[in-house]
T-cell receptor, first 112, second 111 residues
């Protein structure tokens, strides 16, 4: 059973470009979570989704950030018009129910 | 905020010694989980302890939970060089699935 998969693992963007981060949950998991980690810090919750629904987006910045988890395909975290402050590691997690969350390897976004 | 805080922020011990890390949180929880993160890598789930549990073991790991003090501890016995990593506690509150992480403890095991 493959774990949570994220791609790309590393992403470099120039200021103003768009970044798309993908997450495929563990097989059978319908709960997906996105977190952001700045250097030397813990993870900060961004958004919680189930298939086709955003359940909790209380950690998402109001502008430029969006997330989706379509009926088919991976969950996508989209950042429009990236700025240097968006540089971070973005982690996706999935769970079968609402208990143990299993994390992917992360996408490290660098904004030049 | 329900933010967890780990103590100490950094811990350096000799191989074979025991390592104890503590975590405190602020509000009522459903579960408390401990994760390990090697430098530049993803998080590995170590153990989950529910709010109605007081102690849990998994191999060389022992986790305790004191809900009256809103604190937890992670004990790693007979440490190995491969245990060198950052350790995070994470809590989820009643009615909310999001995890709230502490700042982590950076553990270094010296050979």
């Amino acid at each position: 059973n493959a774990g949570v998969m994220q791609n790309p693992r590393h992403l470099v963007r120039r200021r103003g470009q768009e970044a798309r981060l993908r997450c495929s949950p563990m097989k059978g998991h319908s709960h997906v979570y996105w977190y952001r980690q700045l250097p030397e810090e813990g993870l900060k919750f961004m958004v919680y989704l189930q298939k086709e629904n955003i359940i909790d987006e209380s950690g998402m910045p109001k502008e430029r950030f969006s997330a989706e988890f379509p009926k088919e395909g991976p969950s996508i975290l989209r950042i429009q018009q990236v700025v240097r402050g968006d540089s971070a590691a973005y982690f996706c997690a999935s769970s079968l129910y609402t208990d143990t969350q299993y994390f992917g390897p992360g996408t490290r976004l660098t904004v030049l | 905020s329900q933010q967890g805080e780990e103590d100490p922020q950094a811990l350096s011990i000799q191989e074979g010694e025991n390592a104890t890390m503590n975590c405190s949180y602020k509000t009522s929880i459903n579960n408390l989980q401990w994760y390990r993160q090697n430098s530049g890598r993803g998080l590995v789930h170590l153990i989950l302890i529910r709010s109605n549990e007081r102690e849990k073991h998994s191999g060389r790991l022992r986790v305790t939970l004191d809900t009256s003090k809103k604190s937890s501890s992670l004990l790693i016995t007979a440490s190995r060089a491969a245990d060198t990593a950052s350790y995070f506690c994470a809590t989820d509150g009643k009615g909310a699935q999001k995890l709230v992480f502490g700042q982590g403890t950076r553990l270094t095991i010296n050979p």
